[in-house]
């Protein structure tokens, strides 16, 4: 169900992010086949599709992390195909990869400590603590002492000291037990109150339907539906069909 608009010439403010025949390829291997979606500012969009439809690879394409891409990758109107991840992150994007990707070794209060700033504006360490009160009992843990939930917790404490205000989560709920994912929604919900603009890969779709205000469905590396949040929880069958559930 295509429900989103073009935008029309002369809109004033670029989105905060815009997909244009967007490919990519992991050696010789093609994986995104021109994956079109835009996210506007203040947005928490989902991207849903079956165990290799290509979403995580999308994510790791707008980051710049799979470098051999092609097509547009637009973030706040600034064109990034061609730049190194670093100097894309630095544009303000933050990225929670579906590992987590915290640093075993190091303790809790230094992981916050470690990420360099790409925007002024990130939490403080102190404030990411107010929000994650259980960290603040683990900041002298090492990142491998932390419970799944901790750790992801950590992750995403650990991209707000950034300054990043375009915040890209792969499967943040993956694993996670029922009081832990709804801490997890909570947080999503008071950022994008905040004014974060939130891409999230997700497989629990109650989850993407409480919290997402758009919907993409990918297939084999392609954008084949798009739902806006009522039509998401009205076709409810039309979406499992997508996710072979």
């Known amino acids: 169900m295509r429900t989103e608009q073009a935008r029309q010439p002369g809109t004033a403010q670029a989105r905060m992010l815009e997909l244009a025949g967007l490919e990519a390829w992991y050696g010789e291997s093609q ?15 989902s991207l849903v599709g079956r165990n290799g439809a290509g979403k995580s690879s999308t994510l790791k394409s707008i ?23 670093k100097d894309i992150a630095r544009i303000g994007l933050g990225y929670v990869p579906e590992e987590r990707g915290i640093f075993a070794s190091l303790t809790v209060k230094e992981n916050l400590l470690l990420p360099p700033k790409v925007a002024p504006g990130g ?23 932390l419970s799944g939930g901790e750790q992801q917790m950590l992750a995403i404490g650990r991209m707000l000291t950034t300054g990043a205000t375009l915040l890209l989560f792969d499967e943040p709920t993956e694993g996670l037990a029922p009081v832990i994912v709804e801490k997890i929604g909570e947080i999503i919900a008071e950022l994008k109150a905040k004014g974060f603009t939130i891409l999230l890969v997700e497989q629990n779709m109650q989850f993407c339907s409480q919290h997402a205000d758009r919907h993409y469905v990918l297939e084999q590396g392609r954008v084949v ?3 806006d949040r009522q039509a998401f929880a009205a076709n409810a069958a039309k979406v499992q069909s997508y996710l072979g559930v």
Not at 63 to 85: N, P
Not at 123 to 141: G, T
């Open 123 to 145: 939490l403080s360490a102190e404030a990411v603590l107010d929000l994650f009160p259980n960290l603040r009992e683990r900041l002298s843990n090492s990142g491998a002492k």
């Open 63 to 85: 980051i710049g992390i799979i470098q051999k891409r092609r097509g547009s990758v637009r973030v706040v109107g600034r064109e990034t195909i061609g730049l190194r991840a």
């Open 225 to 227: 539906d798009t739902f």
């Open 31 to 45: 994986v995104l086949h021109g994956v079109e979606l835009f996210i506007e500012r203040g947005e928490v969009v």
